[in-house]
């Protein structure tokens, strides 16, 4: 497994993963409108990794690099438990000049236990259009 920097071959790919990766995750919301161009809209202007096996896409993170924020990390759900999510995340981390943030859906137990086996605390909380999240901070 590897982590590399996006190319624009990997979008129709990744386009697919993030719709993939949202259903199988987001179950508390209604996913109905979802389109595989979100992720043009939800990566736009941020530095993407891209977790690849053998040629196969196996998941990606999407970070605001000036303001050290991880805007998303999302692995196939075929490839879950496999620590592609471990590897994008150690990857982001060492890239950050300073304490790290992210938001993590409250709903998304999982991806909270996740974050905080790797060291991110939760700093405080608050509420988005898909519901309350956790603020949480990666010290350096």
Known sequence: MKIRPFTEADRPFLRTLFLASRKANWRWLESSGWKLEDFDRVTLGERILVAEDNGHRAGFAAVLPNDNFLHSLFVDPNWQGNGVGSLLLKAVQQGFTSSGALKCMKANTAA???????????????????????LMHFVL
């Open 112 to 134: 909270v236990a996740f974050y905080q086996q790797h060291g991110w605390t939760i700093i405080s909380d608050g509420e988005s259009e898909h519901g309350e999240y956790w």
